[in-house]
């Protein structure tokens, strides 16, 4: 890529399902290809199916990618581009790349079986090449409609990956591939390419499923005289046995995650940093990961999922991130103050976490008093501090406690632990008793 040439990415999701954490991982590397080199970021939604493709999902994704943090320059719906996939179309069938085949399925079966048992590769025969025109009008006759195929060159296709380096694609392994059918209506190898080129997308990334694809798409670049666009093949997320993450099955869908409370951000972060070179860490933004992040980072091995470390980052971002940028969110969770944020957060694994916690706070706490801890807790109001209170109303309180009892260790902070909160676990004392206040302490202590 020449410097001055800009940068267009676009992430092109079929609209069939809503995206899940595997989907986030092209989604997002390519949203910080854009930010890294000021690019423009293009969300085209492949609707070439009509059977499946919802306007329901479109909206669906475009809310998920809002979530993860993405807000795309463009949308674009292919099934409003038809036209212009008509027109590359006939160009191809003028040039005589794209020629019509009538098999069907039953026959391609049988043709690839015969051929399987005579030791010879399963690769269409290109019978639909050598069909003259009295043939076409005598299907034409029959009723049968052609579906369209796209000669292959034949030749090792060779191109540079971004991420998995030199490659080479050889399309003489290879049937011509389908890419329109019968019906008229196109797979989905020839209008991403007519798209590419149209929409000047410079950068492709996407999953390491479709480097096969390279090698035809490539082909097709060339026979529409477009230019070819640099490649980058990531590796797919997987779950923990190695088995891909479905989308259709709805498994780990962003929609889910955010329900159960996870961050976006931390989110994000697990799709793209899992099967890097960079630790599954805190970042504070995706526009500073953007600043550090190359696509030479990805791994060429595995890229495996595993819960643990979104649950670990989760808490770990939450324990950093400060009470503005969260604001209206915790006001939902009964935080309404810095202060109560600060002391609580140390805790949370999710933000909902908190709401729980603000109730130690708040109230109602039942305090939990043994009966040989009686005379401990009488001192232990004896010595509370008169208002007003400062940072340092826990170490002049526990230093008087200390003395007034000749307790230490364990032995004087659980009693005083289980009579304020409650609990045996939880925030700092320290930082809950400016919280509570005098009254509150005075009562939970009694
Ligand atoms: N719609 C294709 C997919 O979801 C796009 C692949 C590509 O990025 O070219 O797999």
């Known amino acids: 890529m020449s410097v001055e040439q800009a940068v267009i990415v676009r992430y092109a999701p079929s609209p069939t399902g809503r995206l899940h954490l595997g989907n986030a991982r092209p989604a997002l590397l390519n949203w910080l290809f854009a930010l890294r080199h000021g690019g423009t970021y293009v969300l085209r939604l492949d609707d070439t199916d009509h059977a499946r493709s919802t306007e329901a999902f479109a909206q669906g994704i475009i809310e998920d990618l809002a979530w993860l943090g993405i807000t795309p320059a463009r949308i674009e719906r292919q099934s409003a581009r038809k036209a212009i996939h008509d027109a590359a179309r006939d160009r191809l069938i003028a040039s005589g790349r794209l020629y019509r085949c009538y098999e069907t399925e039953d026959e391609l079966d049988r043709r690839r079986a015969r051929a399987r048992t005579m030791g010879r590769p399963p690769i269409y025969d290109r019978a639909?090449?050598?069909?003259?025109?009295?043939?076409?009008?005598?299907?034409?006759?029959?009723?049968?409609?052609?579906?369209?195929?796209?000669?292959?060159?034949?030749?090792?296709?060779?191109?540079?990956?971004?991420?998995?380096?030199?490659?080479?694609?050889?399309?003489?392994?290879?049937?011509?591939?389908?890419?329109?059918?019968?019906?008229?209506?196109?797979?989905?190898?020839?209008?991403?390419?007519?798209?590419?080129?149209?929409?000047?997308?410079t950068h492709v990334i996407r999953g390491e499923d479709h480097v096969s694809n390279t090698g035809t798409q490539i082909e097709i670049f060339e026979a529409l005289g477009g230019p070819v666009p640099l490649f980058a093949h990531h590796n797919l997320l997987t779950g923990a046995d190695g088995e891909g993450l479905s989308k259709r099955l709805g498994s780990l869908s962003l929609a889910d995650l955010r329900t159960e409370g996870y961050e976006p951000l931390a989110v994000a972060l697990v799709a793209v940093l899992t099967g890097t070179s960079l630790p599954v860490a805190p970042q504070?933004?995706?526009?500073?990961?953007?600043?550090?992040?190359?696509?030479?980072?990805?791994?060429?091995?595995?890229?495996?999922?595993?819960?643990?470390?979104?649950?670990?980052?989760?808490?770990?971002?939450?324990?950093?991130?400060?009470?503005?940028?969260?604001?209206?969110?915790?006001?939902?969770?009964?935080?309404?103050?810095?202060?109560?944020?600060?002391?609580?957060?140390g805790n949370v694994a999710r933000l909902g976490d908190v709401a729980e916690l603000a109730r130690l706070v708040t109230g109602p706490v039942t305090p939990v008093i043994a009966d040989e801890d009686r005379a401990f807790m009488a001192a232990a109001r004896e010595a509370l501090p008169e208002e007003p209170w400062d940072d340092g109303v826990w170490d002049?309180?526990?230093?008087?406690?200390?003395?007034?009892?000749?307790?230490?260790?364990?032995?004087?902070?659980?009693?005083?632990?289980?009579?304020?909160?409650?609990?045996?676990?939880?925030?700092?004392?320290?930082?809950l008793l400016p919280l509570l206040g005098r009254r509150a302490c005075l009562d939970r202590l009694s």
Do not use: C
Request: hydrophobic fraction near 40%.
């Open 128 to 201: 639909g090449l050598r069909l003259t025109d009295a043939d076409h009008e005598r299907y034409a006759a029959e009723g049968r409609k052609p579906h369209w195929r796209f000669r292959l060159d034949g030749r090792p296709v060779a191109f540079t990956d971004l991420i998995k380096g030199p490659q080479t694609v050889n399309t003489a392994s290879m049937s011509d591939p389908v890419l329109v059918r019968e019906d008229g209506s196109y797979l989905y190898t020839l209008p991403s390419v007519v798209d590419d080129i149209e929409m000047g997308i």
């Open 396 to 431: 002049r309180w526990i230093a008087a406690v200390k003395s007034a009892t000749g307790r230490k260790g364990r032995g004087l902070f659980m009693p005083l632990r289980l009579a304020l909160t409650g609990r045996d676990d939880g925030p700092e004392l320290r930082s």
């Open 284 to 345: 504070p933004s995706l526009a500073a990961l953007a600043e550090i992040f190359d696509l030479a980072m990805v791994s060429h091995g595995p890229a495996r999922f595993d819960p643990a470390e979104l649950d670990s980052l989760n808490a770990r971002l939450l324990h950093e991130t400060g009470f503005d940028a969260l604001r209206d969110r915790l006001a939902a969770h009964g935080v309404a103050n810095e202060p109560m944020w600060l002391a609580l957060r």
